[in-house]
Nanobody, 123 residues
Framework: VQLQASGGGLVQAGDSLRLSCAAS????????MGWFRQAPGNGREFVAA????????VYGDSVKGRFAISRDNAKNTVYLQMNSLKPEDTAVYYC?????????????????WGQGTQVTVSS
């Protein structure tokens, strides 16, 4: 499975962004999908994940109530809608696919990773 993330950029605090991750080369509808992020000097942090249908979602504590994950299996794409962005959301955002139907918040549970897209939030 190949994953291509896009949609990052430079925004101001309080703005919104929507990240997209297009998948190819696998059976997208069979995979749980997730978003993680990594800021300089930090480890990879869980952001959000959803099961194969998108009906079951889970979020990291730092983004609950501000971010929303969704997927369109017909388009082989998963999205991350990010609202009320804060400077501490600045990071490289990675999408990931898990070769199981049910989601997880653990980095090690995901089998495939995209290249990452930079999100920078200025104060």
């Amino acid at each position: 499975v190949q994953l291509q993330a896009s949609g990052g950029g430079l925004v101001q605090a309080g703005d919104s962004l929507r990240l997209s991750c297009a998948a190819s080369g696998g059976t997208f509808g069979a995979y749980a999908m997730g978003w993680f992020r990594q800021a300089p000097g930090n480890g990879r942090e869980f952001v959000a994940a959803c099961n194969w249908s998108g009906g079951n979602v889970v979020y990291g504590d730092s983004v609950k109530g501000r971010f929303a994950i969704s997927r369109d299996n017909a388009k082989n794409t998963v999205y991350l809608q990010m609202n009320s962005l804060k400077p501490e959301d600045t990071a490289v955002y990675y999408c990931a696919a898990r070769n199981q139907a049910f989601s997880s918040s653990l980095v090690g549970d995901f089998n495939f990773w995209g290249q990452g897209t930079q999100v920078t939030v200025s104060s």
